[in-house]
């Protein structure tokens, strides 16, 4: 074959697979939902600002917490409002009502009324289920276990936790596989998926989080991948020294995700993430073929959160439809 024609037919292959990969792309029909997290300002109002005194309540009367305009009871029904049809709560905002019925019923009969499709809990707050000390990590998975039957009860398929630990990588790694495995055989008995995310410590860390979804080796464990937290470290869950590349950390997990969280802070002059390249992430996303719910986290002060919520959503909308 002569030099031209070997030319052409490698053009002519070339440009064939790459109108089969937009044809892929534009076919790609993102899900949104809404995480509660992207309006806790509007329910905890400034109670955070004092954490200690957050956590304190957290404890004694939840409720105290919640000195805000927006009901948790009533984030169905801002979600709606706001072109939603499905949510991903935080545990924080009813941190005691995990196993009031009445509380958990009406907010299914809430959901149901504004037709809200309920994904996941995250669950903060509850130990580490990775900590050095048996005891203490016996107690973080019993902890857990009441948020997996309230995931039930609210018909969400999946539930998120932290997979916080103390001790080496090695360490860290088996002492968190053994609670996961625990917590995954009393999940698949209720039919839920357990996710984590990466959210600090070395859960921010994609090799050592893989690791870990390979070591317990369960069918209902995965990844909620968030998209802006790769801080790592093995010796302090937040302020850490290390970060992963990002798009690298991302396109690592997404094979393993069925929850993608988008977290954006501050918006230039064309609606751009100032911090986040959300052309490349929708490249990722879309190239994965990830087919469940994308979850709009908005975090950033510079906007207010309905405002935030609108510029993320958009944002993400016109990357995907240009790829």
Not at 18 to 37: A, E, G, T, V
């Amino acid at each position: 074959m002569i030099r031209s024609e070997f030319l052409k037919m490698s053009f002519g292959m070339a440009a064939f697979f790459n109108i089969k990969n937009l044809i892929r792309m534009n076919n790609y029909n993102p899900k949104y939902s809404l995480s509660q997290w992207a309006l806790h300002r509007s329910q905890f109002g400034t109670s955070k600002n004092d954490y200690e005194q957050w956590k304190k309540n957290l404890v004694s009367n939840p409720d105290a917490n919640l000195q805000g305009v927006l009901h948790p009871l009533d984030f169905p029904k801002k979600a709606h409002d706001l072109g939603y049809n499905a949510v991903e709560y935080v545990n924080t905002f009813f941190f005691d009502k995990a196993n009031n019925q009445n509380y958990l019923s009406d907010l299914n009969k809430r959901c149901s009324d504004y037709d809200i499709k309920s994904v996941l809990i995250m669950v903060d707050e509850e130990g580490f289920i990775g900590h050095s000390d048996k005891k203490t990590r016996t107690k973080a998975v019993e902890n857990h276990k009441k948020w997996i039957e309230a995931s039930a009860k609210l018909s969400c398929p999946f539930m998120r936790l932290n997979a916080h630990g103390i001790g080496s990588w090695e360490d860290q790694l088996s002492q968190t596989a053994e609670s996961l495995s625990e917590l995954c055989r009393f999940a698949k008995s209720h039919q839920i998926e357990i996710l984590i995310e990466n959210h600090g410590g070395l859960s921010s860390h994609p090799d050592w989080l893989i690791q870990l979804i390979k070591k317990v080796d369960v069918t209902n464990l995965g990844v909620m991948l968030d998209t802006d937290n790769f801080d790592y470290s093995d010796s302090m869950i937040w302020g850490a020294p290390n970060r992963y590349n990002r798009y690298e950390g991302v396109k690592k997990l997404l094979p393993y995700s069925k929850s993608v969280s988008v977290k954006t802070h501050h918006f230039d002059h064309l609606g751009e993430e100032t911090s986040i390249d959300y052309e490349k992430m929708a490249q990722l996303i879309s190239e994965s073929n990830f087919n469940k719910w994308i979850s709009v986290e908005f975090e950033g002060d510079h906007f207010s959160e309905e405002i935030g919520i609108q510029k993320t959503r958009q944002l993400l909308e016109k990357h995907f439809a240009e790829k």
